[in-house]
C-alpha cells in the first residue's frame, strides 16, 4: 500500500538493503525515483544509490507495480533487471518459485555474473523477498528451513514477520531430502559459487536496523513447473496488498 506521501507505508522503518547472503544475494527495499519529491532529503534511496554503491549485476524486481522507478535507469548502467510481479500479502505460488530458481540458475551460469551481486527487492526487501531467497536456499542448496530463514534475517538486519511465509518454508524439504513433505523435489545438487565475501556495505543514512515487518500486472509465468508442494500456493488468487 503506498502512503499518502506516495512513499510505501512503513518505507522508512526498513535499512535499504542488508549484507551480502549466500550466493551473492543482497536484499534491498525498493529503491525510489528522485521524482518522488515527497521522500525525505536525508532519508532518500533510489536507483543511483544502488547503482553507485552496490557491485549488482542483476536486480530482480519483486514489486506488483511499476510506478517506483523505470528500469531503464539500471539497464542503461549495465544492469540486469528482472520483473516479477509477487503480490503482497499471500504466499508465492509454485510457479513463481519456480521461476525465481530459474532466473537464478541462469545467472549464476553465466561467467560474465562472477563478482557481481543479485539484488532482490519487494517493498521493503523483506517478506516476499525473504521467501522467495529463502526457497531458494532449501530447494537448490539444500539448507534446512530453520537455517535458511535465520540467516536470512540475520544479513537483512531485520526478521521476516508473515507467519504464512514461515510456516510455508518450513514445509519445504531440502535438496536431496525425500522426506514426503513436498510432492515433487526440484533437481537438487547446484553449488554454491564463491565470488563476493558476506562483508556490509554502507546502507542508506537515517535508517535504523531495527526488526520488523515489510499491482498491476500479473506474475510473470513459465509453462511446466510442479504440480503440487504442500505449503505452496498452486493457484494465483491475489490481490493488490503490500507484503
Not at 510505501?8 to 525515483?33: E, M, Q, T
Not at 531485520?158 to 510432492?183: C, F, I, T, V, W
Not at 520488523?212 to 509465468?221: A, F, I, L, T
Request: aromatic share 8%; hydrophobic share 30%; glycine share 10%.
Amino acid at each position: 500500500m503506498r502512503g499518502k506521501s506516495g512513499v510505501p507505508d512503513r518505507w522508512y522503518n526498513y535499512s535499504c538493503h542488508g549484507k551480502v547472503l549466500i550466493d551473492r544475494f543482497i536484499a534491498l527495499k525498493v529503491p525510489l525515483s528522485r521524482r518522488i519529491h515527497s521522500v525525505q532529503h536525508d532519508r532518500r534511496f533510489t536507483p543511483e544509490h544502488v547503482i553507485e554503491k552496490l557491485p549488482i549485476g542483476m536486480l530482480i524486481d519483486l514489486t506488483n507495480t511499476m510506478r517506483y522507478y523505470d528500469p531503464k535507469q539500471f539497464t542503461a548502467s549495465g544492469i540486469e533487471h528482472v520483473k516479477l510481479n509477487v503480490p503482497g500479502q499471500v504466499v508465492p505460488p509454485v510457479r513463481i518459485v519456480d521461476r525465481f530458481i530459474e532466473i537464478v540458475k541462469s545467472y549464476l551460469n553465466d561467467p560474465e555474473s562472477e563478482g557481481k551481486l543479485i539484488g532482490v527487492h519487494c517493498t521493503h526487501g523483506l517478506n516476499r523477498t525473504g521467501y522467495l531467497i529463502c526457497a531458494y536456499m532449501i530447494l537448490q542448496l539444500g539448507y534446512d528451513p530453520n537455517e535458511a530463514i535465520r540467516l536470512f534475517n540475520a544479513k537483512r538486519g531485520h526478521r521476516m514477520e508473515r507467519d504464512k511465509y514461515l510456516e510455508s518454508l518450513r514445509q519445504m524439504a531440502p535438496a536431496g531430502q525425500d522426506n514426503g513433505r513436498l510432492g515433487v523435489q526440484p533437481e537438487g545438487g547446484y553449488t554454491i559459487r564463491s565470488g563476493m565475501h558476506p562483508e556490509a556495505y554502507d546502507s542508506c543514512p537515517g535508517n535504523r536496523s531495527e526488526e520488523g515487518g515489510e499491482h498491476d500486472s500479473r506474475p510473470e509465468m513459465r509453462s511446466g513447473g510442479y504440480n503440487s508442494r504442500p505449503g505452496m500456493q498452486s493457484d494465483a488468487g491475489y490481490n493488490d496488498r503490500p507484503g
